[in-house]
Structures are given as structure tokens and as C-alpha cells.
């Protein structure tokens, strides 16, 4: 017997295969930005908790220093 394919299953299953990596970079793609966000937003929370210890203890360089680490962070999670 002969198992040979036609040209146009060929293209066919090429296109399949095409499309299935294609599919898998965007979810790969859309994983990333989701935990990247995710680790951004984690942040976010920790810094906002370091305004808060150095509101408490007064230290006035330090919650400036936050603020404006806050600030950068913001700016890339809005990007």
C-alpha cells in the first residue's frame, strides 16, 4: 500500500500545524502578562506597605524614595 500524501493534504496539515503554534504562542504570550502583572501588582502592595512602616516611623527620605518607586510602578502597570 502507499501512504503517500497529496499536495493538498500536505498544505492542510502544514496550515493545522501552523495555526497549533501560533495558538500556543498567544497563550504562552497571555500566561506571561498575566503573571507579569501579577507580580507587578504584588509589589505594588509591598511598597504601599513600606509608605505606611515609614509614615509610622517617621522617616521622611525613605517615604520619598517609596512614593516615587510607587509612582514608576504605577506608570508601568498603566503602560
Known sequence: MNKERSYSEL???YRTVQM???EKFVQ???IDILLHESLLKEKREKIKREIDSSLDAK???LFFTLVEQLKKLEAE???
Open 11 to 13: 498544505t492542510k496539515a
Open 20 to 22: 497549533q503554534n501560533k
Open 28 to 30: 504562552t504570550l497571555y
Open 59 to 61: 522617616d521622611k527620605e
Open 77 to 79: 502597570l498603566n503602560a
